[in-house]
Nanobody
Framework: QVQLVESGGGLVQPGGSLRLSCAAS????????MGWYRQSPGKQRDLVAT???????NYADSVKGRFTISRDNAKNTVTLQMNSLKPEDTAVYYC?????????????????????WGQGTQVTVSS
């Protein structure tokens, strides 16, 4: 069973910083792209940043220059460093990953690739 667990959310003043982390666990063969999305009340879930297995990154225009995504392939983790936070960054932040699981069952051993979401962590930017 593969799962993603986020940590690091909280309350911060405008202009402050937060660091979000996400750890993948379970029978993992390979983790492909990883990323962060966010959702505010009444709005759709939007992409914040993504990173491929070889380190190529992509950012939403609204966070470019302020947020940095990174990953540690050895530890199966992805991190989002958020600086110069604004009230409009307030949202629930979700970790996302495409993971190939290594599964052994009655029919033998096989690999299955699926998209996974974490449970979300609240980020509130307010004075």
């Amino acid at each position: 069973q593969v799962q993603l667990v986020e940590s690091g959310g909280g309350l911060v003043q405008p202009g402050g910083s937060l660091r979000l982390s996400c750890a993948a666990s379970g029978s993992i063969f390979r983790i492909n792209a990883m990323g962060w999305y966010r959702q505010s009340p009444g709005k759709q879930r939007d992409l914040v940043a993504t990173i491929t297995s070889d380190g190529s990154t992509n950012y939403a225009d609204s966070v470019k220059g302020r947020f940095t995504i990174s990953r540690d392939n050895a530890k199966n983790t992805v991190t989002l460093q958020m600086n110069s936070l604004k009230p409009e960054d307030t949202a629930v932040y979700y970790c996302n990953a495409d993971i190939t699981a290594d599964i052994t069952g009655n029919s033998g051993r096989y690999y299955s690739t699926n998209n996974y979401w974490g449970q979300g962590t609240q980020v509130t930017v307010s004075s």
